[in-house]
């Protein structure tokens, strides 16, 4: 059984959002104001690197409850202890994920269509993110923005839990609340924040105001 976790309010980390403020910084005050899960994501850090970054996330987690999740990279994920990991479609296959981390590990999978859905090995996973539902810019291989109308589509099709993602602001949480998410991931909203935890429990609130009984 896997580690709990709560997408309500659901943090990925940008390295040039958070340069000024800081990694550690901005984390912890997004779990000041609510932020019940973090994924540590920075494609241009080397291994050692995001290890190290990992360790420092997970020593300011722990106290809390929340998981750490690591974008893409399974073998970090393992090293450091991290409570999961979160796939994209062209990453190491859900299946050998969940064989080298073990059965408590958090399994995450990006979700963009009903293609990428189709060739999807879902037994494995244990929510999916669903997007980009707006276009975005905080990653560069993000596909076509879906809208709320694709993500509603997905909802109709996925019995897992589901965290929207993809460029969303405040103004958006209610349609995608209304279209069966579970929770919001975002980046901008919080990294780029001049106040992080007041965003934080501004999103939060918005989300549990909207999300379906």
Do not use: W
Not at 38 to 66: F, M, S, W
Not at 88 to 110: F, K, M
Not at 178 to 205: F, N, Q, T, W, Y
Request: net charge negative; charged share 20%.
């Amino acid at each position: 059984m896997s580690h709990p976790f709560d997408l309500t309010l659901y943090l990925v980390t940008d390295p040039r959002q958070t340069a000024a403020r800081g990694l550690s910084e901005t984390v912890e005050q997004a779990v000041a104001g609510g932020a019940t899960i973090v994924q540590l994501r920075d494609p241009d850090a080397k291994g050692r690197a995001l290890a190290e970054q990992a360790r420092a996330l997970l020593t300011l987690l722990k106290p809390h409850n929340i998981p750490l999740i690591i974008n893409d990279r399974v073998d970090v994920a393992a090293a450091v202890g991290a409570q999961g990991v979160h796939l994209g479609q062209d990453d190491l296959a859900p299946a050998v994920a969940r064989a080298i981390l073990g059965r408590e590990a958090i399994v995450g999978l990006s979700i963009g269509s009903v293609e990428e859905l189709a060739a999807s090995d879902l037994g494995p996973v244990d929510y999916v993110g669903c997007g980009p539902v707006n276009a975005t810019g905080t990653k560069g291989d993000a596909g076509g923005a879906i809208g709320v109308a694709g993500l509603n589509d997905l909802r109709a099709r996925i019995q897992l839990p589901m965290v929207a993602i993809g460029g969303l602001k405040g103004e958006d949480v209610q349609g995608v609340m209304e279209a069966g998410a579970d929770g919001i991931a975002v980046v901008s909203a919080l990294c780029a924040a001049p106040d992080v935890a007041a965003a934080a429990r501004a999103l939060k609130a918005s989300v549990l105001e909207f999300r379906r009984p």
